[in-house]
Each structure stands twice: as C-alpha cells, then as structure tokens.
Nanobody, 126 residues
C-alpha cells in the first residue's frame, strides 16, 4: 500500500521561498507525481506535475517561473516555491499516479491520481 506524507509547510511573507517535500512509502511503481492545492473556500486545483525524475513538468499558469517540481530517484517529491504571494495560501497535497502522463490535460486531473497525502498548510501574508 502506498502512503504519501507532505512536509515543509508554514507561515511565510510575500516574496519568501519555501520548499515542500513529499515522501512515499510502500510498493514502488512508476507513475507521475503532482502537487495540488486547495485554498479556503475554493476547490482543489492542480499546481504542478512531473512524469519521471529529471523530466519536464507541467505547471499552473499562475505559478510558472516561481514554482519548480522535482523528484529524486528514491521516494521524494519536491516543490520549490519562490516569490510567494498571499494568493498561494492553501493546503498543498502530494499525489501519485499509477501511470506516467505526458499529456498536460491528463496530468492535471485529480482523477488521474490514485494516492494522496493528507496535505501541508502554506500560509502567506502580505
């Protein structure tokens, strides 16, 4: 059984940087990994995804150039966030799929991912 656990969230000010991590345990299988987020009163939205280690990811337009998704060869997914804005405030979720997605539309769908972490809170202030 695959389990995901996020870490690295916290309280930040506008312009700060933060790196989120997600470690997964259980049976290893190839598959895209992604970050989603849910702001207060809003639906969960796609933030970024990566097919395999070292490959190019897909991003939400509003985070392009500020967020970078990466994964290592073992069991950790990262989201490096710079120039944070108050509107980046949300609970950030890590997700893993059983399929490697090279199509952005598929990679950005919640239904494409089989496993989810409990989330980590990122709170930004101006």
């Amino acid at each position: 059984q695959v389990q995901l656990v996020e870490s690295g969230g916290g309280l930040v000010q506008a312009g700060d940087s933060l790196r989120l991590s997600c470690t997964y345990s259980g049976r290893f299988s190839a598959g895209s990994m992604a970050w989603f987020r849910q702001a207060p009163g809003k639906e969960r939205e796609f933030v970024a995804s990566i097919p395999r280690n070292g490959e190019t990811g897909f991003y939400l337009d509003s985070v392009k150039g500020r967020f970078t998704i990466s994964r290592d060869n073992k069991n950790t997914l990262f989201l490096q966030m710079v120039s944070l804005k108050p509107e980046d405030t949300a609970v950030y979720y890590c997700a893993k799929a059983n399929t490697v997605y090279y199509d952005r539309q598929l990679a950005a769908r919640e239904q494409s991912y089989a496993y989810w972490g409990p989330g980590t809170q990122v709170t930004g202030s101006s």
